[in-house]
T-cell receptor, first 112, second 113 residues
């Protein structure tokens, strides 16, 4: 039982490049989330999904896209990376709205 | 939307003393309040949570209190130990629909030996 797995763990991008972050969970959770963590700002919600085939915008969605084609996977895409997207990205999932999240180990992204 | 303010941003206590971290929230409809601990370079991990139908919850050295009228909740750690050193985050959300946790800014707790 791996829980929530994120790949890659580290990545350096040049401005304008694109990439996809993958989040996979093996707990059969309905809800999945992408957050970014920046110093002094806590964790801010980028996008989330309430089930397979659904996605919705969070607090800071600009510059990101997501897809949830399979229940266990939630992908976060950056089409044209910008230095402002340098951050640590965490994926999370939850079984039900009455329970806390299980977080992945994070992806440290640097855009130069 | 919901806004969560967390204080203090840094906290240093002597080993064995107690630590208290406070959070306020803006949306009176919020009814779920978890606390997460994040050690350096690691993922946030849920340590305790409380729902709005109770005022206090304890788990060994950790307790959380909730004041719905004042819209604030607090984390209390007693008999602190070096392994309690970490960043702690509070959060708030609704237990219905999509559970979109809104996090506070975090508190860096340092336990001095």
């Amino acid at each position: 039982n791996a829980g929530v797995t994120q790949t890659p763990k580290f990545r350096v991008l040049k401005t304008g490049q694109s990439m996809t972050l993958l989040c996979a969970q093996d707990m059969n959770h309905e809800y999945m989330y992408w957050y970014r963590q920046d110093p002094g700002m806590g964790l801010r919600l980028i996008h989330y999904s309430v089930g397979e085939g659904t996605t919705a915008k969070g607090e800071v969605p600009d510059g990101y896209n997501v897809s949830r084609l399979k229940k266990q996977n939630f992908l976060l895409g950056l089409e044209s990376a910008a230095p402002s997207q340098t951050s640590v990205y965490f994926c999370a999932s939850s079984f039900d709205t009455a329970y806390g999240y299980t977080f992945g180990s994070g992806t440290r992204l640097t855009v130069v | 939307g919901e806004n969560v303010e967390q204080h203090p941003s840094t906290l240093s206590v002597q080993e064995g003393d107690s630590a208290v971290i406070k959070c306020t929230y803006s949306d009176s409809a919020s009814n779920y309040f978890p606390w997460y601990k994040q050690e350096l370079g690691k993922r946030p991990q849920l340590i305790i949570d409380i729902r709005s139908n109770v005022g206090e919850k304890k788990d060994q050295r950790i307790a959380v209190t909730l004041n719905k009228t004042a819209k604030h909740f607090s984390l209390h750690i007693t008999e602190t130990q070096p392994e309690d050193s970490a960043v702690y985050f509070c959060a708030a959300s609704l237990i219905q629909g999509a559970q979109k946790l809104v996090f506070g800014q975090g508190t860096r707790l340092t336990i001095n030996p």
